[in-house]
């Protein structure tokens, strides 16, 4: 499995940018379909944006479309999840996961999960 490593969370106000970005180690990070899934207070995971194993094909839920973008730079075994126009809902404990070769907003299809950064989105 590959291990995973969030950072960027914080706190921002309604309205404001954050880049949450996710190092990975221990498997070949080319060969691994990326996710990024979320979890507010009280509620279950959700999917927010999966990435293909070469970049070129992405899925973002509609909840966050037009405002979140996930990218991911092979050569520094990085995912990125690019937030902006970000506003309270949003608030929640965002998680990176990876999965051979192929994405799906299956979260239980994710093997791998790094522990989660908080992002707290309040005026």
């Known amino acids: 499995q590959v291990q995973l490593v969030e950072s960027g969370g914080g706190l921002v106000q309604p309205g404001g940018s954050l880049r949450l970005s996710c190092a990975a180690s221990?498997?070949?990070?080319?060969?691994?379909?990326m996710g990024w899934f979320r979890q507010a207070p009280g509620k279950e995971r959700e999917f927010v944006a999966t990435?293909?194993?070469?970049?070129?094909?992405?899925d973002h839920a509609d909840s966050v479309k037009g405002r979140f973008t996930i990218s991911r730079d092979n050569a520094k075994n990085t995912v990125y999840l690019q937030m902006n126009s970000l506003k309270p809902e949003d608030t929640a404990v965002y998680y990176c996961a990876a999965r051979p070769w192929y994405a799906t907003r299956d979260l239980s299809q994710f093997a791998s999960w790094g522990p989660g950064t908080q992002v707290t989105v309040s005026s």
């Open positions: 990435i293909s194993w070469r970049g070129g094909t992405t």
């Open positions: 221990g498997r070949t990070f080319s060969n691994y379909a």
